[in-house]
């Protein structure tokens, strides 16, 4: 915080100061998607596939019953906002796989 004035009372009050950046800490990156993690996951979603719940929540999306879909998914995940963006990462995967069948033709 920069002071513009030299006064002893007030927000910028004090001593003038340069900040002290230092770099972010290790512990921040913790989730981060890399190159390596998502390679084997896709290797992974290849070679098995959907867990049952999940494709019985695809095919729910595609005759658009987002919101059965969504109840579906819910009760098997747990709460209202994983079930939200599971549903969100279900209608991408068959919004792709739509591409890819237009792609193919």
Known sequence: MALRYLMAMGLNKGHK???NVSKPRHSRRHGCL?????????????LCGFAHYKRCAMELLKVS?????????????????????????????????????AKKD
């Open 34 to 46: 890399t190159k390596h993690t998502k390679f084997v996951r896709d290797i992974i979603r290849e």
């Open 17 to 19: 100061v340069t900040k």
């Open 65 to 101: 019953k987002d919101r059965r879909a969504l109840k579906l998914i819910k009760k098997r995940v747990g709460t209202h906002i994983c079930a939200k963006r599971k549903r969100e990462e279900l209608s991408n995967v068959l919004a792709a796989m739509r591409k890819a069948a």
